[in-house]
């Protein structure tokens, strides 16, 4: 050190006398660069986290990964990222993640390494020798082709190309038990908005909150789950919209709000019955659009009943095979098609078929393109006079939902429910709009599907659906759960919500078609993408004469979900599983089966970055605690594959909005971390490498496939792009297509999911468009690609009025210029360009043309928006109220308790509870924190986020604790009839206890994220859950049931058992009890 | 609902505005709600805090180290004045006793600061700079000056080398003496500490008067009690000006003085002063004739030095500890402020 | 800053200006800053105080976001609660139950204030704390020799010592990153824009705005703190806009920098060790024995 750098010299000689600044700065301080300007490059990526799909910009110095933070250009996070996408530096470079291969052979009691390609290869024979020995070829006679020896379940977490390549393998394999968290996570959103609209996404995109006048946040924690996208409420609520949360907890996203509304869980069609009636009552309807934009006018059946004639049933109820047929639901002049499938077993004839009564969440399929209706022109009175127009069977139907009756249900005093109605009618109309924001608070219910539905109804009857700031904002969970459900890694689908066949006598692709197909609308195009997607998977071998290898398709039998999988797997008939990012043991419904079931297989694959609960169950589950499994008994093989991380793969995730966002890779993964293209690819192509030259007909499917995409990299990684381009589509040229409506049947062009063509459109990787959010307009089309076809907002022919002019200068969006012959705006128009207002179709016009210039839905079979569902939604054409499966209190609106059509799997360790009683008396809601993600994988171990939410906890009231005797921080037991767990205890004002049918109910909040891996732990509350299922989309009921708190820990060992049978036997619980209609 | 009307600061404006929106502004405009006037959150509680959080970090000084430090440099700075008027009266017993107990004082100190650093190689950083707003950096440069030439005094003395530059030596320190005894409380008072800072005008005399207490009583011990007498009198003049300067500090802090008196450091500080009251009385007045009532004597006041410092430091750490003491006097003061 | 900080080029002052009304808890500062400064974990342990387990600032924990419930109204917000809980439940007691149509969820982000007469800085003894160019106050990691002189200085308990490393740490308005033009890693993620980040005549004008509104919106609780240059510290670099007293979020209420004091300590100091010689001088009058 020269004397020049002695800050006493330079105290001396310089301005600073007192060595407080400059002259105290060290050489390292003044010459301080940030890592980021340091970085050899900068990959785009995407956050891993949750939907809302915020952009990052991940800096790699020397081939590591340094730094992770928010791209400032993208239109939808403006750089932002919450506590989640701030810890993906650790969570993709954490000392948590694993990079070996790991193996646990049969009755094993810990860990042996393998080399990546041994574990390959003994996959590939596991698959194998268990699809030869399930194998399948007919099901009662059918043919079926397929396996029920293999299950998948993950894909939310993985990219489109990924999901793709999952269910494109497996599908030519015979498995038909595919499944992701889509399912558990917003399958009757899709059901919901699907068959409301015509397609199962979120109507809108988040930017576009902040043109709302009023939101309306419910079944939503928006600020703690999306809190990225919150900021658009924030910016709504500071030009001056009011934002309301109706939530059964003072959540983060209440303390921001103008107006908290503490409901009961599970009781939201009472109050969004109540709006509606009030809507209906008051005549606060918008008129104009109701009339011309939604099916108000159309005409039902004669034979038509309502839950106010039958005492809380629809009409057609087949009290023994649990479920409707739709007959006589339909529109005259128009009968509803029945979903697919269900074609030979038209509802009403099913009970002769009961083996599949759980027929299959098959309203999913409306994930983009309503119910099928025979006819093209349903009856219709304009004046809504027609007793049994729409219209006037709603008000009907609504009539009971009082106030009062709102107030007797949901707890919610009457003077607080009329402010939200105030508030939802003052701001719809011409000149303003109203949003709904929803999440996981309304999918899970056993009613899950009609929760949303009733949102449909009202946000049509305001006016509010295709308007900026209108709309319903189905706020999705994971990177690409919209992925996952688009591309479904899901039984009952197909890539861009084709249906699944279904095994039935001599069916052809024509008549499955026929039988799927609406008459009308876009969806009339089905054999165009249904071929196209043939043609995709079999390439050449896909011709006419071969009816386009629609045979190599394997057939389903009724409900395969993954929750049909567990029994499958504890029946012994499940016995190869591959885990690909998802995490059961702790995320689903009843954890301990989910661990019971996998405890019953062969053989387990499971991928992911850490070992989660999922892969350890054999070593540390609970199960092994109480003696219910033993480790040196148990022969389960299990393998553990580490995953790549987003950081280190190239693909596409699909956010809420239905942006397919492009991420790319920015490292190679380290030691044996593969992608999961990677892994799909390379076992598919070790399996056809191993079945090469079989003569069995059993392997052509596999064979067949096109299965050869290049690879690049050193580890051999197949190129997404080359996924990304067959999943777009190519002509006969093999040039990649533009639009989906270049699609035909005749095999001249193959499209791997119809709906993302288009997102390769010009040769360019379209989803990859990253132009600065400041260089665009709000709508910021040219960041990322939406389906369909771009377009952001959904219906938004119906931002004009029927004469195609805005519907008033404020909120406008596309219209109809007339000079132009054309349709304009600012988004792109959801409709025919050049299709005047004025057209109206022909008598015997179908298809496309069969849809007139007012008909903004245009996936719909009859161009309108439904308040009524003649079909597609299996428990009712209109949301009625129903208490939850386990609930302490008598439905108060009709006799009949329960959903009548909700599926129920009684078993010995999925016991259900008696309504009422004084064993479970509170109500449990579950749920997120901002600091956690699910299952706990991403979070639990990753450290910076670990330490923010360190312990499971349960939140009660003061009333409750003091009731109880619990204490603040200190622990909880609580029980249900399926488990007890123990959290530590937070008493809280953000708990109340609400008033229901003249008494108090306490409930109690139980955040989910918890399980015995990672650094923080703890017992999960799916321990607690049961399953039942909402019928059209099979989703799990976890937003509600009953259960007893007590204070302290929980007993160990088998006392913890013995404590639940206690309970159970205090309770009379039978293996009957809860499941009766 | 009728929320208030806002127009749009609160989120950045950006380039996403859609076009012709305006922002929606009703007749929505509205008081505050309900105004009931105050409501106290909790009705009995004198002062508000997070969870009773202290607002303040406290002192990650370790007690050993720092109280030590305080009492050593005390007796070191207080002693080389000894030194040096035993040296210029011709006590040559007492000159050396101080001169060894400067030095063993000083060394001890400077042991204990650099014990105490976080990071104890990078001591010599201390001398990067002169800062006139620090008192640890003035107290190390006052040290600088100061340890050198008590260890020349003493060393001289012992090894009887360069005697003239010894006792010049010794007339150096006891020059520099009185500040390495006084900066101490500065550098403690100088803190958000309540019970450090509020005693700040009469610390620095808390500390000379402990320091002097300490110095008489190690003459006491080691000098003959006929070269002893200016150490019993320091010892009686220390004690006097300490438990007096205490006693001011104590009134005038307010409600800072209350850790001073309870807990650990009130037991420090009831024994703090009996021990310099002993030290006085019987190294003072008995000292004069007996031996043994000097040792004890010296003992007793070097013993209540000791203790004085250990309970101010404890008082702080326990003042820094809660958040009363930090919140009660700021709140009094701006309600005073705000009329 | 009263002194010549004798930067060539200094830049206009940076600092922060917390919304807190905006604020939805998030704690994505508290991760963004960790990540940038690639801070320790702070322990695992659930404290039971309301969403908080960080607790307060210090040396793993730069950010940190207080959750405050109350009952008490906040102006423009309806909570409805009560209207449901005050019919007797024929449970043992209620005890409150009549408030709580009056509650509210406080979040709020603190860090360090970069206060313009810093005491943290006027007291390290090393220069490892010194003022930037940005007119911010930072530690000096290859300097630091942990002294822990700056932890009782700071009047808001927020610089402190990491116990494994010795050396203290606090925010550092992020000195690199800024020094690169780029906005502090905190400011950056916030979801919400609770924490803006700017020249600090501009934040000033910017919250003296937001509170006006606040006030025109009935919040008559709001009210910015640290942003007055004529308080105990000169005011902050970082200030806050609150809905609550100070000290509710744990914030001193009053704070003062005790350097101010420095020149009246010295003074009694001297009188201290003048007394002190003068004091001993006078042991060796009169009669030797
Ligand atoms: N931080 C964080 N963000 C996430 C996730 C995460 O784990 N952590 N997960 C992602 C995923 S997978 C998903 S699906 C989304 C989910 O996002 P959300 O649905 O917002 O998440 P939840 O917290 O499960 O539930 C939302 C709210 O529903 C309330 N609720 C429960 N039952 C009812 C009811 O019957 N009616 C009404 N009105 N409200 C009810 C709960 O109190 C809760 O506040 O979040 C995504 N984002
Ligand atoms: N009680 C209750 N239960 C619930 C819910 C509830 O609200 N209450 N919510 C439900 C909902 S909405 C959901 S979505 C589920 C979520 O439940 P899960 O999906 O089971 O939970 P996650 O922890 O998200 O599991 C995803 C796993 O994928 C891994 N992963 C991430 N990226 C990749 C990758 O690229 N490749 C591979 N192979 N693995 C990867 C992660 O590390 C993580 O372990 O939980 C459901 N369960
Ligand atoms: S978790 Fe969701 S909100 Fe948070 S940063 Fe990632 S994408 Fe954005
Ligand atoms: S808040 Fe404390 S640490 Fe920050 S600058 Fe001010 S005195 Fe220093
Ligand atoms: S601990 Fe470090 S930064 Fe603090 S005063 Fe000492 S040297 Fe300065
Ligand atoms: S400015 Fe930088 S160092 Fe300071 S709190 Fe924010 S992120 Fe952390
Ligand atoms: S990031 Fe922003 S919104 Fe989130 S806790 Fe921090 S200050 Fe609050
Ligand atoms: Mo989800």
């Known amino acids: 050190m020269g004397l020049r750098d002695w800050p006493v010299y330079r105290q001396l000689r310089g301005p600073d006398r007192t060595g407080r600044a400059s002259a105290v700065q060290s050489r390292r301080s003044a010459e301080l660069t940030p890592r980021t300007a340091t970085a050899d490059r900068v990959a785009k990526s995407i956050c891993p986290y949750c939907a809302v799909g915020c952009a990052q910009n991940v800096y790699v110095r020397d081939e590591k990964v340094v730094q992770i933070e928010g791209d400032p250009d993208s239109p939808v996070s403006r750089g932002r990222l919450c506590p989640k996408g701030s810890a993906t530096l650790q969570l993709t470079t954490g000392s948590t993640r694993r990079h070996t291969v790991l193996y646990r052979p049969p009755h094993g009691t810990g860990w042996e390494e393998l080399d990546l390609d041994t574990a390959m290869d003994m996959v590939a024979d596991r698959v194998i020798a268990t699809r030869r020995e399930t194998w399948e070829a007919e099901h009662e006679g059918v043919t079926v082709n397929r396996t029920m020896g293999i299950a998948s379940l993950g894909g939310a977490t993985l990219d489109n190309e990924e999901n793709y390549l999952i269910k494109k393998l497996l599908t030519s394999l015979g498995v038909v038990q595919v499944e992701n968290q889509a399912r558990v996570c917003h399958s009757s959103t899709v059901v919901g908005l699907g068959t409301s609209f015509g397609r199962g996404g979120a109507t809108g995109f988040m930017q576009d909150l902040q043109h709302s006048d009023c939101i309306v946040i419910e079944g939503s924690n928006f600020a703690e789950c999306h809190p990225v996208g919150f900021q658009w409420v924030m910016k709504a609520k500071a030009r001056g919209a009011t934002v309301i949360h109706v939530d059964p907890r003072f959540t983060r996203t209440s303390a921001l709000s103008d107006l908290h509304v503490p409901i009961r869980a599970g009781t939201d069609i009472a109050f969004l019955g109540g709006i509606i009636n009030h809507v209906l009552e008051t005549d606060a309807i918008f008129r104009e659009f109701v009339v011309n934009y939604t099916n108000a006018a159309t005409i039902v059946t004669e034979d038509f009943q309502d839950t106010e004639d039958l005492d809380g049933l629809f009409s057609g109820f087949d009290t023994e095979a649990r479920t409707y047929s739709f007959d006589t639901w339909s529109y005259v002049g128009a009968p509803a098609a029945p979903a697919s499938g269900v074609r030979d077993r038209t509802p009403g004839q099913r009970h002769e078929d009961k083996q599949d009564i759980r027929d299959a969440g098959r309203g999913e399929q409306h994930g983009s393109g309503g119910a099928a209706l025979e006819g093209t022109s349903p009856e219709r009175d304009e004046t809504l006079q027609h007793p049994r127009c729409v219209y006037q069977i709603l008000k009907r139907h609504y009539a009971r939902y009082t106030p009062a009756m709102v107030q007797e249900v949901c707890g919610i005093p009457e003077e607080t429910f009329r402010k939200v109605c105030r508030a939802l009618v003052d701001n719809s109309g011409p000149e303003r709009t109203s949003q709904f924001c929803y999440a996981v608070g309304w999918t899970q219910h056993s009613t899950g599907a009609q929760f949303i539905r009733a949102a449909c109804v009202l946000q049509l009857l305001l006016g509010n659906i295709g308007r900026p700031g209108g709309g319903i904002q189905a706020l999705r969970g994971h990177a690409s759960i919209q992925g996952s459900s688009d591309i479904p890694t899901l039984f009952n689908l197909l890539p861009g919500y084709l249906p699944m066949p279904y095994a039935h006598h001599q069916q052809n692709l024509r008549s499955f078609i026929q039988a799927d197909a609406a008459r009308k609308g876009f969806w009339a195009n089905m054999e165009n993408y249904f071929v196209s997607l043939l043609k995709a998977w079999w390439g050449d071998t896909a011709t006419s004469d071969n009816d386009f290898c629609f045979d190599h398709l394997p057939r389903l039998t009724g409900s395969h979900s993954t929750y049909d999988t567990v029994m499958e797997q504890l029946a012994g008939r499940c016995k190869g599983y591959f885990l690909m990012g998802e995490n059961p043991a702790v995320g689903s419904a009843n954890a301990k089966m989910q661990r019971l079931g996998m405890a019953n297989l062969e053989w387990l694959v499971v991928r992911d970055f850490s070992l989660i609960e999922s892969a350890t169950w054999w070593q540390n589950g609970p199960e092994i605690e109480t003696g219910e499994l033993s480790t040196e008994e148990n022969a389960t093989e299990v393998f553990f594959f580490p995953a790549a991380a987003h950081t280190e793969k190239a693909g596409s995730f699909t956010n809420t909005n239905r942006w397919l966002q492009w991420h790319e890779a920015a490292v190679e993964p380290d030691g044996d971390a593969r992608s999961d293209l990677w892994f799909m690819y390379h076992l598919g192509l070790r399996i056809r490498a191993k079945l090469a030259g079989s003569t069995d007909p059993v392997d052509r499917p596999v064979l067949d496939l096109t299965w050869d995409y290049p690879v690049e990299g050193p580890h051999d990684e197949p190129s997404a792009d080359a996924v990304l381009q067959e999943i777009n589509g190519r002509d006969a040229n093999g040039d990649l297509l533009t639009a989906y409506t270049q699609l035909a049947a005749d095999g001249s062009t193959s499209c791997g999911c119809w709906i993302y063509c288009g997102v390769y459109a010009d040769g360019v990787n379209q989803a990859a468009r990253k132009k600065p959010a400041d260089e665009q307009d709000w709508i910021a089309a040219e960041w990322a690609w939406a389906w369909p076809a771009n377009r952001r907002v959904l219906y938004n022919r119906a931002s004009a009025r029927p004469d195609g002019t805005p519907w008033s200068e404020r909120k406008k969006l596309v219209w109809w210029d007339a000079d132009a012959g054309a349709w304009t705006g600012h988004d792109v128009p959801d409709f025919e360009r050049d299709k005047s207002p004025d057209y109206r179709p022909d008598k015997d016009d179908s298809g496309v043309a069969a849809l007139s210039g007012v008909d903004p839905f245009i996936m719909q079979a009859d161009g309108k928006g439904w308040l009524y569902a003649p079909a597609g939604v299996l428990d009712g054409p209109m949301p009625a109220h129903y208490e939850p499966q386990d609930s302490p209190f008598p439905n108060a609106l009709y006799r009949q308790q329960r959903n009548p059509a909700r599926l129920v799997y009684p078993h010995e360790h999925n016991r259900y509870q008696p309504v009422g009683g004084d064993t479970y008396p509170y109500v449990i809601t579950t749920y997120r924190l901002t600091e956690h993600f699910t299952a706990g994988g991403m979070s639990r171990s990753t450290s910076y986020l670990a330490e923010l939410q360190p312990e499971p906890f349960c939140e009660v009231s003061p009333e409750l604790a003091a009731s109880r005797g619990l204490e603040n921080g200190g622990w909880a037991t609580i029980v249900t009839a399926r488990n007890a767990i123990e959290a530590r205890v937070l008493v809280t004002d953000r708990m109340t206890p609400i008033r229901v049918q003249g008494r108090a109910v306490e409930q109690i909040g139980l955040p989910y994220h918890w399980g015995p891996n990672g650094l923080s732990t703890g017992d999960a509350a799916n321990e607690l859950s049961g399953i039942t299922l909402d019928p059209s989309s099979h989703i799990q009921e976890v937003k509600t049931f009953s259960a007893d708190i007590r204070p302290g820990r929980r007993p160990r060992g088998p006392a913890l058992p013995a404590l639940v049978r206690a309970y159970r036997d205090r309770a009379g619980v039978t293996e009957h009890t809860g499941t009766e209609v | 609902m009728t929320g208030p009307v806002r127009d749009g600061t609160d989120v950045r404006a950006d380039a996403t505005s859609p076009p012709e929106r305006t922002a929606v502004v009703g007749a929505r405009k509205r008081g505050r709600r309900g105004r009931r006037g105050e409501q106290p959150m909790v009705p009995d509680a004198e002062f508000t805090s997070y969870y009773g959080r202290p607002v303040l970090n406290k002192p990650t000084w370790h007690a050993g180290d720092i109280a030590g430090y305080l009492f050593l440099g005390g007796l070191a700075g207080a002693s080389s004045i000894l030194a040096a008027g035993a040296q210029l009266t011709g006590r040559r017993a007492l000159a050396r006793s101080c001169r060894v107990g400067a030095l063993v004082g000083i060394s001890g100190s400077l042991y204990a600061l650099v014990h105490d650093l976080g990071r104890p190689a990078r001591f010599l950083n201390m001398l990067r700079t002169v800062k006139p707003s620090s008192p640890m950096s003035v107290g190390t440069w006052i040290l600088m000056a100061y340890g050198p030439a008590a260890g020349a005094a003493a060393v001289s003395d012992l090894t009887g080398l360069l005697p003239r530059a010894g006792r010049a030596a010794t007339l150096g320190a006891a020059v520099v003496g009185p500040a390495v005894a006084s900066y101490t409380a500065v550098l403690v008072a100088d803190t958000a500490v309540p019970s450090w800072h509020e005693g700040h005008r009469e610390l620095p005399f808390v500390f000379v008067g402990s320091a002097a207490a300490a110095a008489g009583g190690l003459g006491m011990i080691a000098a003959p009690v006929g070269e002893a007498g200016p150490a019993r009198r320091a010892a009686v003049l220390g004690g006097v000006l300490e438990l007096a300067a205490a006693k001011r500090m104590e009134a005038g802090m307010g409600l800072a003085a209350e850790p001073l008196r309870t807990g650990k450091a009130g037991r420090l500080m009831r024994a703090a002063k009996a021990l310099t009251v002993t030290g006085a009385l019987l190294g003072g007045v008995l000292g004069r004739k007996s031996r043994v009532a000097s040792v004890l004597g010296g003992a007793a006041a070097l013993a209540g030095s000791a203790c004085t410092r250990f309970g101010v430091f404890h008082a702080g750490v326990a003042s820094a500890e809660d958040p009363k003491y930090t919140v009660v006097p700021q709140r009094e003061q701006l309600d005073r402020r705000g009329g | ?289």
């Open chain 3, 1 to 289: 800053m009263t002194a010549d900080t004798g930067y060539e080029n200094p830049a206009p002052r940076k600092g922060f200006f917390t919304d807190t009304s905006v604020c939805i808890g998030c704690k994505a500062c508290e991760v963004a800053c960790k990540e940038w400064n690639l801070i320790p974990e702070d322990g695992l342990e659930l404290t039971g105080m309301s969403y908080d387990n960080t607790v307060g600032l210090g040396a793993d924990t730069w950010r940190h976001v207080a959750f405050i419930e109350q009952r008490k109204p906040l102006g423009g917000q309806e909570s409805t609660a009560s209207a449901a809980s005050t019919v007797d439940l024929g449970m043992p007691a209620m005890p409150g139950a009549a408030d709580r149509s009056e509650f509210r969820w406080l979040m709020a982000s603190d860090v360090c204030k970069h206060c313009t007469e810093a005491a943290c800085l006027d007291v390290c003894p090393t220069g490892a704390l010194f003022r930037t160019e940005f007119d911010t106050v930072v530690v000096q990691e290859d300097i630091c020799n942990g002294c822990g002189y700056c932890v009782p200085a700071c009047p808001y308990g927020v610089i402190d010592q990491r116990e494994d490393d010795g050396r203290v740490w606090k925010c550092t308005m992020c000195y690199d990153r800024v020094g690169d033009g780029m906005e502090p890693a905190c400011a950056k993620a916030c979801p919400t824009d609770s924490i803006q980040f700017g020249d600090l005549d501009e934040l000033r004008e910017r919250a003296d705005e937001r509170l006006a509104q606040l006030h025109d919106a009935g919040i008559d609780d709001a009210r910015l703190y640290g942003r007055d240059p004529d308080d105990g510290v000169g005011g902050n670099g970082a200030f806050f806009l609150l809905l609550d007293e100070p000290e509710v979020y744990g914030f001193p209420p009053a704070p003062k920098v005790t350097t101010r004091d420095l020149p009246a300590m010295w003074r009694r100091a001297g009188l201290a060790a003048a007394t002190l010689l003068t004091g001993l001088a006078a042991t060796f009058l009169g009669r030797k024995r």
